[in-house]
T-cell receptor, first 116, second 113 residues
Framework: EPEVTQTPSHQVTQMGQEVILRCVPISNHLYFYWYRQILGQKVEFLVSFYNNEISEKSEIFDDQFSVERPDGSNFTLKIRSTKLEDSAMYFC??????????????FGPGTRLLVL | AQKITQTQPGMFVQEKEAVTLDCTYDTSDPSYGLFWYKQPSSGEMIFLIYQGSYDQQNATEGRYSLNFQKARKSANLVISASQLGDSAMYFCAMSSRYSTLTFGKGTMLLVSP
């Protein structure tokens, strides 16, 4: 069964450093998403991406964040200058877009980011 | 703005018993989707079941069923015949017209032998 994959599974970085989290969405999916989950809290939406553009973003997704689809398979989230409060699990998700507003999003296993 | 409320921080159930996890929602959109995801201790988010706002019948997927009461704005998850492997965090979520998901705070389910 097709699945979303994410690398790395864990990332430890120093405050102020740049990190790139990578995702490979399900191959025939058209919509891609990033969510984050701070330890012990609920999952929060960051950004959605379609047709090489951001389609929606939350207040959390400020100028230090960026997303990119550098090739036909990868979808990346870059945090330019990490802060302690960026420590969280970051989930990538994808959907096929067949029924906007109601299609199922499939999540990757997540990248656990720790900023020291 | 959309909101999901899960009022049960934790639930205990014995193996082979049924359990209901509560979820209420609030939205002004006429069209929306309701989802349940399972998050085991390993951290991944596993899709369980989906209910569309216009669906007349409650969704079922194996041992999972969704008790959808639109007038009450509730979408409770029912797990029949609980198994030890069902022990996990369960999140209710709602999709907006742009398909971004809003999650509840989750319910931790513990299944005992």
């Amino acid at each position: 069964e097709p699945e979303v994959t994410q690398t790395p599974s864990h990332q430890v970085t120093q405050m102020g450093q740049e990190v790139i989290l990578r995702c490979v969405p399900i191959s025939n999916h058209l919509y891609f998403y990033w969510y984050r989950q701070i330890l012990g809290q609920k999952v929060e939406f960051l950004v959605s991406f379609y047709n090489n553009e951001i389609s929606e973003k939350s207040e959390i997704f400020d100028d230090q964040f960026s997303v990119e689809r550098p090739d036909g398979s990868n979808f990346t989230l870059k945090i330019r200058s990490t802060k302690l409060e960026d420590s969280a699990m970051y989930f990538c998700a994808s959907s096929d877009g067949t029924e906007r507003g109601q299609e199922t999003q499939y999540f990757g296993p997540g990248t656990r980011l720790l900023v020291l | 703005a959309q909101k999901i409320t899960q009022t049960q921080p934790g639930m205990f159930v014995q193996e082979k018993e049924a359990v209901t996890l509560d979820c209420t929602y609030d939205t002004s959109d006429p069209s929306y989707g309701l989802f349940w995801y399972k998050q085991p201790s390993s951290g991944e988010m596993i899709f369980l079941i989906y209910q569309g706002s216009y669906d007349q019948q409650n969704a079922t997927e194996g041992r999972y069923s969704l008790n959808f009461q639109k007038a009450r704005k509730s979408a409770n998850l029912v797990i029949s015949a609980s198994q030890l492997g069902d022990s996990a965090m369960y999140f209710c979520a709602m999709s907006s017209r742009y398909s971004t998901l809003t999650f509840g705070k989750g319910t931790m389910l513990l299944v005992s032998p």
